[in-house]
């Protein structure tokens, strides 16, 4: 018998003794062999847990061993949980009128990491919206963007078992460099833009690039550009928010997602 109730071959009913160790002649012979049979059967059920659970276990980093759930219940509990995720994440968001320039509503993203628990709940957002957008892959590498895309890129690329590589500004990355000239960003004039060779972004890899906000798209296309000319393959874009009345994923070529949509006054008016 398993520890599931169910009786086999290999463990028959302990009700019924088993035919090889039953001795009519000796009947304190056949209680002794059936009661180490049962012990046996009892100790070796303990340390050999069934196929059916190991097979379902993955290491928590284990990127090569990835195996997909995609069933109907998953994904809905994925989904309930996601939009409890992106209410507290929201709920979090400071604001700040006319900054950097005029008329202008910024996202302050950091009170997000002022919290241990809201932090945590942010990371676990982006890995539940990776894994409900690409059920049957996983990015090879987080091109995280400067500079806001560094404060979570690296820790949800660990969650994903994946590399991460940062975008940066001109002359900052040591080495060899595929250097891009932007036409233009989020609040001002173009900037040059770079990936150091050889830190993870070439021929075969998946690529996912991450942000806190999208406004214009400038900056994530252009991380995009940089992705497409080492050879990778670009999977998608991923931000914190999306600022949708500029339409920044106009620009981009391939799939955004974001854990929020459109921006919200603490009126609840749109700006």
């Not at 219940?73 to 507290?88: D, G, I, R, V, Y």
Request: with cysteine.
């Amino acid at each position: 018998m398993n520890e599931f109730g169910d009786s086999t071959s290999a463990h028959p009913p302990r009700s019924a003794p088993d035919a090889t160790t039953h001795s009519p002649e000796n009947p304190k012979l056949s209680s002794t062999a059936t009661s180490r049979a049962a012990q046996f059967s009892s100790h070796e059920m303990k340390d050999s847990p069934p196929a059916s659970l190991s097979d379902n276990a993955t290491p928590p980093l284990a990127h090569e061993t990835f195996k997909p759930r995609t069933s109907p219940t998953n994904q809905a509990s994925s989904s309930t949980e996601l939009s409890a995720l992106t209410k507290k994440i929201r709920a979090s968001l400071r604001q700040y009128p006319d900054f950097p320039s005029p008329g202008i509503l910024f996202e302050d993203i950091l009170p997000i990491f002022a919290s241990p628990t809201t932090h945590a709940a942010l990371l676990h957002a982006l890995e539940l919206c990776v894994t409900s957008n690409f059920p049957l892959e996983r990015p090879d590498v987080i091109i995280g963007l400067e500079a806001r895309g560094f404060l979570f890129g690296p820790s949800l690329a660990l969650r994903l078992g994946a590399a991460f590589v940062p975008l940066r500004k001109g002359g900052k990355l040591p080495g060899e460099c595929e250097t891009l000239t932007a036409g233009g960003k989020e609040y001002g004039t173009g900037d040059v833009w770079q990936l150091q060779k050889g830190a993870g972004v070439g021929k075969g890899k998946k690529v996912l690039v991450v942000d806190d906000v999208i406004a214009t798209g400038g900056t994530a296309a252009a991380a995009g550009k940089l992705v497409n000319r080492l050879g990778a393959a670009l999977m998608g874009y991923l931000f914190l928010l999306e600022l949708d009345f500029l339409k920044g994923r106009d620009k981009l070529d391939a799939p955004v997602y974001n854990l929020l949509s459109s921006q919200e006054s603490k009126s609840g008016s749109r700006n």
